[in-house]
């Protein structure tokens, strides 16, 4: 299932859309500045916690990521070789190590995010953080991204499912890639013009009416701990 907004009462939902970017950033800024492990360990509680309040499972999270495992670990691999005695110097792959899994960190919390925000809030966020044509402009494309990357994803997934069912995971992984990317970029263009159909059809606007934010007392927990990692990350 393709990590994207799905209604579960979790109280994350029940948040304005505003305090969870700003939660967002101040995060990443908290994990650029804790780069030790021990600091490392407190934001994978704080994590552990987001998932909780979105109920998100992890084990998800790490099904939507699994693609870039293989980029994440593979910088502290390569950071540990040398061109000579002793080939491999692990101590090299801890800073790296460190970096990526701080990156992984802060796709956690942006999954979270996904999970728990309906499209038309995040446009009428980013809408009200940044006023004008150029607000409009951003806060449309977040929502063609929200709505169109998971159809896209579903495509790629009923592709791979075929082959498989006619055998072709037996051929060679460059005929594979062959066969996958010229069928995603069809469909992807397909849907598209599609979506593109659909926009007309529907009367597309630049100043839709967006749901009315309002900051509540639901989200004092995450100003709160807003305010706990900025005290903590000396921000």
Known sequence: MTLAYRSTGAFAERLDPRVKLLFQAVFAAVALAHTTPVGLATLTLVVAAVFLGAATSPVRVLREFRYLFPFLVGGPAFAALTLGPPWVVPGDAVAPALASYRVFLVLCVSAAYVRTTPV????????????????????????????????LQADLRSIRDAMAARLG???????????????????????????????RARCFAWNPTLPRLAVSSADAPAVFLTAALLVWGGI
């Open 169 to 199: 995971d037996e051929r060679s992984l460059t005929d594979r890639m062959e066969l996958v990317g010229a069928a995603g970029l069809s469909r992807a263009f397909s849907r598209a013009d599609t979506f593109s159909l659909a926009l």
């Open 120 to 151: 038309r809030e995040s446009r009428a966020a980013i809408q009200w953080l940044v006023p004008g044509r150029v607000g409009q402009f951003l806060g449309m494309g977040v929502a063609f991204v929200f709505r169109f990357l998971p159809v």
